[in-house]
């Protein structure tokens, strides 16, 4: 089933007036609601199916302002989680067993209480992650996190969205990649991203354009032989993911014209088996705040969880929240294209 004649749901823009444009496009496009396009899975509604993911965004602070960020992070942002909060997340952690920890923002390690907070989940026992733009690795009073990462054995994800230099500078401004390419040395001299020290280091791939990323193990692949060869830098993982319209990658689209094409892309592209391991079905996430989202982009657009389930963190519930409704919108097919993006890259 390719483009279906229904009523769109709008979506919210809230960084700018954007949602205006994009009511008036969507209202052209006329596309099928996610939500019923969801019902191709073989399900009758997107349910959660277990939290294993418990994302924190500390902050939308950060020392970069890339293009394609749907966080619209930056050095002018002030939203930065209070240690209270922080608390509250703990709190809530203590009296579940959720595996797992992704520590997100902005930079996330430009939060004061970044380095108290990794400490803190660790003591819970729990496996952290945290999202890593590279170049913070080398901003004053920044260069030690390589050796605390590696201290706590604390799994660090990183965008690099090309091994070419042009094509990353280009969505991440200027000399991104050299002082990347320098962060990852230091990171490789610990270990991380070498085999048998258990130090994970995992790469992002961001298409640089209004484009679906290629096949994620291939271009695993090539990203492995060109950084080893060119620059003798090594990795674990690499995730491939899809841009979605949100942030400034959707003012991207509006303003080159390009959101009509990019929408009805997605859309024709949706698959039911990326679209039933979306990962909003084993992922919380909490806002800066403290509020809740089903995921991170949900969370730029202030679409809060829904449907009874609590929405601040400390209300906390395991059991309204482990298998609650999910709050579903137009960017959702961005997660269910092709073979599927998420957080952890590819899903199908």
Known sequence: MALASKTLLSLRHPLSDASAQVEILENKLNLMPFAERFKETGEEELVATGIEIFQVNVGKLCNQACKHCHVDAGPDRREIMSQETMRLCLDALAKTAI???DITGGAPEMNPNFRWFVKEVKALGRHVMTRSNLTILLANGFEDLPEFFAEHQVEVISSLPHYSPSLTDK???E?????????????NALG??????????????NPVGAFLPPNQSALEKDYKRELSKRYEIAFNRLYAITNLPVGRFLEYLLASGNYEAYMTKLVSQFNPVAAKGVMCRNTI???????????????????KVGYGAPTHIKDFDWEKLNRRKIVTRQHCYGCAAGAGSSCGGAIA
């Not at 996430?285 to 679409?303: A, H, K, R, T, V």
């Open 99 to 101: 595996p797992k920890v």
């Open 192 to 205: 991380y991203g070498k085999e048998g020290s258990g130090l994970i280091f995992n790469l992002v791939h």
């Open 175 to 187: 000399d991104v990649f050299s002082r990347s390419i320098e962060a990852i040395k230091r990171l």
């Open 285 to 303: 996430s909490i806002g800066w705040d403290g509020y809740l989202y089903d995921c991170d982009f949900n969370q730029m657009l202030e679409l």
């Open 171 to 173: 969505q991440r401004g």
